[in-house]
């Protein structure tokens, strides 16, 4: 018999349906029926037949017709609402993100425990079992937690100390992490937990691997973890939904109750048994899973911003001259080396010939402005500080980060500081100072081709100037975004408050350094994105000349997205669909095929220093130095 779950102002009813052949309005009326039934009032109605609603479905979102059959319009077991005309959505429901469903929706390879893994967390939790049967006094096990830590709980209780400790911490604020980011912060805990550190029962850990399988994704604030304790508000948020309370997000259902989500996927809630409240939510993995996001998008977008940036130094008619190899080898940090190698690969004359090069080649001009000059300076430490942070990031997903430790072999358990945050708070919020300085020089150059005085094209890159305001706003735009950066680069890991009574009395603030992060690097690629536009327009200008063959390409992706500019238009959509090439890295795999070809003809033993993708269990860093050979540029 199918069955929907159905939600009437706040509430999650289960609506059987006897026949396939009932009308979606069936399925309503049913539901709002049930609905009366549960309140003293009615519900404030009369009758079913005077209440007027509409239905959508909890996934996407999307209207149903009421004359539809519930065969033919959904799917057994499926999550929808109904909304009272007149009613304002209901103040609790959540709507999916569509945009993120098919991310889930492809076949993804169960994850399950190595036997290594399986054996540590088995001799990890007998500790736990003796502790508890013998009625030692341990921190988190059979006392309370933080300033009660010298309450000893009696064994009665030790289930609901774990319970209750959940339900208490989830304490968070604000708009929840999105599924993706969510699923990253369920895989790092897990990962955690599988070590055999934390004194998890196998069966407990077992169900929580079926939760992350099914993409059954707990309702997680983003805000409210000062980063040392671990992160104890988000994490108990996620708990809280392994144990079948609070909210709940799977692509099959959207948001809704976690015992719903939980049944709908045919799951159980978990019980907690003592020690195991506290060994889900003591660790970093807020921190990390946020930095894991960030530090993957700031090398993408570090490689893309020398390519926009070489596109750049074409359309101002500048000189490769600065990127000599004999001028880094005498300053051989890995970062300026490789940036400098990348906009040879891209504007070596020799190698891709530019009519546009080739216009300028006895030009009176000296040397350009430090914003093209110094490309390889200030690009490179971003790269190196990129490298530097995925290392220490790392690190990190791959720590047991538990308090107290279970330490099986010695058959005892230690109380210590690992759930501490403060490596990669520091970490990530060096990543942002780093990062932020792609959009600072990025946006200079930005001015340098809108003025007409610097870049010799017209004012804002557009003819009727006056009639006309072309790149004016667009530019403004990213001034406004670099000056954000500006303050939230002011790092949160140099703050502590003290918190629980001051037994956590210095703590990370990471969850904040993380989150900024993020927020900064989001900045940069819409910064690149706005240069990237003004960049492909500078080219409309010199036209019939063309660049080298590798920038035409990335003329060509930018131009299959985003028309030239000819008269003024809404550009907001201009600048999302640039922002989108960059977050997929379009332009990276266009050029990326020409910057290789270069670096196996040119430097056959080198490659490149950029990040490399995380692996959980081992640091896969690959950044050999560059082997650079003499080459001179006559552009």
Not at 147 to 165: C, G, H, Y
Not at 314 to 337: C, N, S, W, Y
Request: with cysteine.
């Amino acid at each position: 018999m199918p069955r929907y779950t159905v939600h009437v102002r706040g509430e999650w009813l289960a609506v059987p349906c006897l026949s396939s052949t009932n009308t979606i309005e069936w399925l309503g009326k049913e539901a709002v029926r049930r609905y009366m039934k549960n309140k003293p009032d009615n519900g404030g109605f009369a009758s079913v037949e005077e209440v007027k609603f509409y239905i959508r479905r909890c996934k996407g979102l999307g209207l149903l017709d009421l004359d539809d059959t519930v065969g033919d319009a959904l799917e057994d077991n499926e999550f929808v609402e109904v909304v009272i005309e007149g009613d304002i959505m209901s103040p609790d429901f959540i709507p999916s993100q569509p945009e993120g469903v098919h991310l889930y929706s492809k076949y993804r390879e169960p994850e399950q425990l190595t036997p290594e893994a399986e054996a540590k967390v088995k001799q990890s939790r007998e500790v736990i079992e003796r502790i508890v049967k013998e009625q030692t006094v341990v921190y988190g096990i059979t006392t309370g937690f933080g300033k009660f830590a010298r309450t000893v709980i009696p064994n009665s209780n030790l289930r609901e100390l774990q319970v209750n400790l959940v339900r208490s911490h989830s304490a968070g604020v604000g708009k929840p992490l999105t599924p993706e980011r969510t699923r990253m912060l369920l895989a790092l805990r897990i990962n955690v937990l599988a070590k055999g550190y934390s004194g998890i029962s196998l069966e407990t850990l077992e169900q929580v691997i079926e939760v992350f399988n099914a993409s059954c994704l707990p309702y997680i604030p983003e805000k409210g973890t000062v980063g040392a304790s671990g992160d104890l508000a988000p994490l108990s948020h996620l708990a809280l939904g392994l144990i079948g309370e609070g909210k709940m997000w799977s692509p099959k259902s959207g948001w809704a109750d976690a015992k719903y989500v939980l049944e709908a996927h045919g799951l159980k809630p978990i019980t907690l048994k003592p020690k195991e409240g506290l060994a889900l939510i003591n660790g970093t993995q807020m921190i990390t899973s946020l930095g894991c996001e960030a530090v993957e998008r700031a090398g993408a977008i570090a490689r893309q911003a020398d390519i926009i940036a070489a596109l750049t130094l074409e359309v101002l008619k500048g000189t490769t001259r600065a990127f000599d190899t004999d001028i880094h080898a005498v300053r051989p940090h890995r970062g300026q080396a490789e940036v400098a190698f990348r906009f040879r690969s891209l504007l070596d004359s020799d190698h891709h010939p530019s009519e546009i090069a080739e216009s300028h080649r006895f030009c009176d001009r000296v040397q350009d402005a430090y914003t093209m000059r110094c490309c390889p300076q200030v690009h490179g430490i971003v790269n190196d500080t990129i490298a530097f942070v995925k290392d220490i990031i790392t690190t990190e997903i791959n720590s047991a980060t538990d308090n107290p430790m279970v330490f099986a072999e010695r058959e005892e358990t230690i109380s210590g500081g690992n759930f501490h945050g403060e490596y990669p708070a520091k970490a990530l919020d060096y990543l942002a100072i780093g990062v932020h300085e792609l959009a600072a020089i990025s946006e200079r150059r930005i001015e340098r081709l809108c003025n007409p005085s610097l870049s010799e094209l017209p004012a804002f890159l557009v003819t009727e100037g006056g009639l006309n305001s072309g790149f004016m706003i667009a530019h403004c735009t990213a001034a406004a975004l670099v000056s954000e950066n500006k303050a939230l680069c002011h790092p949160s890991s140099v703050d502590s408050l003290s918190t629980s009574a001051a037994t956590e009395d210095h703590v990370s603030m990471g969850g904040w350094a993380a989150r900024k992060a993020l927020r900064v690097i989001e900045h940069v690629e819409q910064v690149l994105a706005i240069e990237l536009l003004a960049a492909c327009q500078g080219i409309e200008f010199l036209r019939p000349l063309r660049t080298t063959t590798p920038l035409e390409k990335v003329y060509d992706l930018v131009r299959s997205v985003v028309r030239p500019w000819i008269k003024d238009r809404f550009m907001a959509p201009d600048i999302e669909a640039a922002h989108r090439l960059l977050v997929e890295q379009k332009v990276w795999e266009v050029a990326k095929p020409y910057i290789e070809k270069y670096r196996r003809e040119h430097i056959p033993e080198s490659r490149p220093i950029s990040p490399t993708a995380f692996s959980l269990g081992s640091l896969k860093m690959s950044a050999d130095d560059c082997h650079d050979h003499r080459h001179q540029n006559d552009l």
